[in-house]
């Protein structure tokens, strides 16, 4: 029987979500990253466990027919490969970042400068766009040292809570782009492989959305009833219920983290009282 591959950080800041996403997706893996590969009880999956750097050409190649990634290392190794869904996570940016000291104030001061990065092609292609020539000095690690031992004036890195930046005296100044963990597919998959894609994704994205979602229950005055289904449209319009109480009904409904708070804050507004909110363990979109 046909089998899907999947590529996966064997270990890193990858390696844990990535294990439990597909464990969300109702696919369990005896004992993951401690081996090479292992294969799925519950899924058609094959999971080969990868530095991630290697990962985009791997999926290039169809050794793994698909992979999960930073978006940063998609764009870096530029390899021919399709980018399927972004998966939210291990989220980060890629900024450049000079002496706290320096009194920077556009690129443009960059220019003739050298810039130590182990993202040589993100930021080239910058640089191009932006009409600035510097030096670009590739390192494979450790680049926010660089500065303060002379071997370049700027860094272009990734950045999280910005302390790495902080702890090394540097202070970011241009962020060039933003990432999250991604899955990539290798562009010439068979008709099989291409069914239990669209079947993770699908089981994939109702992961997601679950975890962007919560379902709220609340008891809403009558008089107030039209304005508050208004507020809150749920997954195709809410659902009423009166409650034993006259003047009184029951609203359930799906509210987006996104707007949470807005939404919670209007509700009160309009007299929603009880407001119950329940993580969803899955949302089939
Ligand atoms: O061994 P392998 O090659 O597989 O792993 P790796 O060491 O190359 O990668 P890893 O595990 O460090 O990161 C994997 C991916 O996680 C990256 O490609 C990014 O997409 C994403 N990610 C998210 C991060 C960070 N956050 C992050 N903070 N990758 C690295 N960092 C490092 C950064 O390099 C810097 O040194 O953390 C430091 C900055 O963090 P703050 O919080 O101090 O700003
Ligand atoms: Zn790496």
Redesign the pocket.
């Known amino acids: 029987m046909e089998k899907l591959r999947i590529a996966i950080?064997?270990?890193?800041?990858?390696s844990e979500k990535s294990l439990e996403l597909l464990k969300e997706a109702g696919i369990s893996l005896n004992n993951g990253s401690r081996k090479l590969r292992s294969v799925a009880q519950t899924f058609p999956l094959e999971v080969i466990y990868?530095?991630?750097?290697d990962i985009p050409q791997y999926v290039e190649d169809g050794v793994a027919h698909i992979g999960i990634?930073?978006?940063?290392?998609y764009a870096e190794k530029e390899c021919a490969v399709d980018l399927v869904e972004r998966l939210g996570y291990?989220?980060?940016r890629l900024s450049i970042a000079v002496p706290k000291s320096e009194g920077y104030r556009t690129l443009g001061d960059l220019a003739g400068k050298r810039i130590a990065t182990s993202y040589p092609v993100i930021l080239k292609k910058y640089l191009a766009e932006k009409g600035i020539t510097a030096d670009v000095h590739v390192l494979s690690g450790s680049?926010?040292l660089a500065p303060s031992i002379g071997v370049a004036e700027a860094i272009f890195?990734?950045?999280?809570?910005?302390?790495?930046?902080i702890s090394n005296g540097l202070k970011e100044v241009e962020t060039v782009m933003k990432?999250e963990?991604v899955v990539i597919a290798n562009q010439n998959l068979g008709d099989a492989e291409k069914r239990l894609l669209t079947d993770l994704l699908f089981r994939i994205r109702s992961v997601l959305a679950a975890a962007n979602n919560k379902y709220i229950l609340l008891n809403a005055p009558n008089d107030h009833l039209q304005q508050i289904i208004e507020v809150l449209p749920g997954m195709k319009s809410p659902t009423i219920m009166p409650l034993a109480e006259p003047g009184w009904s029951s609203v359930h409904s799906v509210l987006s983290e996104k707007t949470f708070w807005e939404v919670i804050d209007r509700l009160r507004e309009l007299g929603a009282q009880g407001i119950l909110v329940i993580p969803i363990e899955k949302m089939i979109v």
Do not use: F, H, Y
């Not at 990868?50 to 750097?53: F, P, S």
């Not at 990634?69 to 290392?73: A, D, L, S, T």
């Open positions: 950080q064997k270990s890193g800041r990858l990868l530095r991630d750097d990634v930073g978006e940063n290392e291990s989220r980060c680049v926010e890195d990734i950045v999280s809570s910005g302390s790495t930046l990432s963990a």
